[in-house]
């Protein structure tokens, strides 16, 4: 009874302080909504129990431990005043424990739970969602999704993670894609709703040359994101493999899905045709995952983006302003610092700090005497592209998550359109690029 007591008194002072944001430390959240919980309901188990004790004590022929039960007699006052707080108090430990099961639910679907509690492991993906487009969308809503059947698949594979974790079995980096992962159609269709994607979308990607001016080239794409209705009967553009009269399948033969040797493609009319890559035998393909193509296949880092290159990276802070592009040299020592291995980000910042400062300071002395400000800004960008990308602790580093939306940095739409795969009347897939976009 004290346990109860004194775990309910505090988990309600605790609730209501975290109602009104008083805190929201992770750890802290384990131990006010997980633990204080569990010592609230070992009390009350400890009540029967010991009730229990008492009876065998008794049967055995001991002395009472305690005073003997009145006889139950609601007619007595005393007793009935004792019934009606007995009933008060257990109507409250109903209500204790509805709080403290929902709020440990909560809580364990939080971003922060997901994100910080287990720290080292989920950092790469934890700080890569908190700087995607959505960040504002908890875990949950598409790594689990509505409906009990994924809630309590997902808390055993929970269990799975903790015993990893606590005995440092997990794996480094994390493995990607994920196996189990909810249907897209089941969650990411519920805000993305393919029969409304259409039109085209503009992308200037800028590039700078390793020269000492940083020499600025663009590229103008014009994406054909397309889309279509199965009532209209509009199959175009990218978004074709996602219109919903069409339907593509697929056989990968390694774990990160970039080898696709088969492709079956069955239209609206329900004509079917297979392609087949040159080369591959009938044992490849049965050893190989088949799955029908959804939008992960190819937006598969859709919450969790990281710079594929250290290039790549370096260009879109320049694009962005946040490194100056006319420091002399700057695209060229950025990349060159950062493409270097450190054993941790600290001692990475460091080291990325000390080689751009020295660089401007022996090299280009005029630029670090006149630009010094310009010269710092590129410091601090410079670490925090490594802070966002490369995580030794896990083995992430550039380039270690492939990103299949393009094909620059990846194989991405390669896998399949690589004029490789063949059907048996001998139309291949096509790597016409103008059936994707028109590079101005």
């Known amino acids: 009874m004290a346990l109860t007591t004194i775990s309910a008194i505090v988990f309600l002072v605790v609730f209501f302080a975290d109602l009104f944001g008083f805190h929201s430390n992770p750890y802290l959240g384990i131990l006010f909504f997980l633990v204080l919980p569990g010592i609230f309901v070992f009390g009350l188990l400890l009540i029967p129990f010991g009730a229990w004790i008492e009876r065998r004590r008794r049967a055995r022929g001991l002395a009472p431990s305690a005073a003997p039960w009145p006889r139950l007699d609601l007619n007595d006052p005393i007793q009935r005043r004792a019934a009606v707080i007995i009933f008060a108090m257990t109507m409250a430990n109903i209500v204790i424990v509805s709080l403290a099961a929902y709020r440990g639910v909560e809580y364990m679907d939080s971003p922060q739970f997901c994100g910080q509690v287990c720290h080292t492991v989920m950092k790469p993906e934890f700080t890569a969602y908190q700087d995607g487009p959505?960040?504002?969308?908890?875990?949950?809503?598409?790594?689990?999704?509505?409906?009990?059947?994924?809630?309590?698949?997902?808390?055993?594979?929970?269990?799975?993670?903790?015993?990893?974790?606590?005995?440092?079995?997990?794996?480094?980096?994390?493995?990607?894609?994920?196996?189990?992962?909810?249907?897209?159609?089941?969650?990411?269709?519920?805000?993305?709703?393919?029969?409304?994607?259409?039109?085209?979308?503009?992308?200037?990607?800028?590039?700078?040359?390793?020269?000492?001016?940083?020499?600025?080239?663009?590229?103008?794409?014009?994406?054909?994101?397309?889309?279509?209705?199965?009532?209209?009967?509009?199959?175009?553009?990218?978004?074709?493999?996602?219109?919903?009269?069409?339907?593509?399948?697929?056989?990968?033969?390694?774990?990160?899905?970039?080898?696709?040797?088969?492709?079956?493609?069955?239209?609206?009319?329900?004509?079917?045709?297979?392609?087949?890559?040159?080369?591959?035998?009938?044992?490849?393909?049965?050893?190989?995952?088949?799955?029908?193509?959804?939008?992960?296949?190819?937006?598969?880092?859709?919450?969790?983006?990281?710079?594929?290159?250290?290039?790549?990276?370096?260009?879109?802070?320049?694009?962005?302003?946040?490194?100056?592009?006319?420091?002399?040299?700057?695209?060229?020592?950025?990349?060159?610092?950062?493409?270097?291995?450190?054993?941790?980000?600290?001692?990475?910042?460091?080291?990325?700090?000390?080689?751009?400062?020295?660089?401007?300071?022996?090299?280009?002395?005029?630029?670090?005497?006149?630009?010094?400000q310009d010269v710092e800004k590129a410091v601090n960008a410079a670490t925090d592209i490594y802070r966002r990308s490369v995580f030794p602790e896990m083995n992430v580093r550039f380039g270690t998550y492939p990103n299949n939306i393009g094909h620059m940095d990846f194989p991405g739409c390669f896998r399949c359109h690589d004029d490789n795969h063949k059907a048996q009347d001998g139309k291949k897939i096509s790597q016409d690029c103008d059936a994707c976009h028109a590079i101005q």
């Not at 809503?141 to 799975?160: D, E, M, N, T, Y």
């Not at 079956?264 to 049965?286: F, H, I, N, T």
Request: glycine share 6%; net charge positive.
């Open 134 to 372: 959505h960040s504002r969308i908890a875990c949950v809503q598409c790594h689990i999704g509505p409906g009990a059947s994924w809630f309590a698949r997902s808390k055993v594979s929970g269990l799975r993670q903790v015993f990893a974790v606590s005995f440092h079995t997990y794996s480094r980096p994390i493995p990607s894609p994920v196996q189990q992962l909810r249907p897209a159609r089941e969650v990411c269709e519920q805000c993305h709703w393919p029969e409304k994607f259409h039109g085209d979308k503009i992308r200037r990607v800028v590039e700078y040359a390793e020269d000492e001016g940083n020499t600025e080239s663009v590229t103008t794409l014009q994406v054909h994101v397309g889309g279509g209705s199965e009532k209209l009967g509009i199959a175009q553009g990218i978004h074709w493999h996602m219109n919903v009269a069409n339907e593509v399948e697929y056989i990968a033969t390694d774990e990160k899905r970039q080898v696709i040797p088969w492709i079956r493609v069955k239209d609206r009319s329900g004509a079917v045709r297979e392609y087949v890559a040159e080369g591959v035998m009938p044992d490849q393909l049965a050893k190989g995952e088949r799955r029908r193509m959804d939008c992960m296949d190819c937006h598969n880092r859709p919450s969790h983006p990281m710079a594929p290159t250290a290039e790549r990276a370096v260009n879109e802070r320049m694009a962005s302003g946040e490194i100056p592009k006319t420091l002399p040299f700057v695209r060229r020592e950025t990349v060159k610092a950062l493409k270097a291995s450190y054993p941790s980000q600290e001692a990475a910042s460091d080291a990325i700090a000390r080689s751009l400062r020295e660089f401007y300071r022996t090299q280009a002395s005029a630029a670090y005497m006149s630009r010094r």
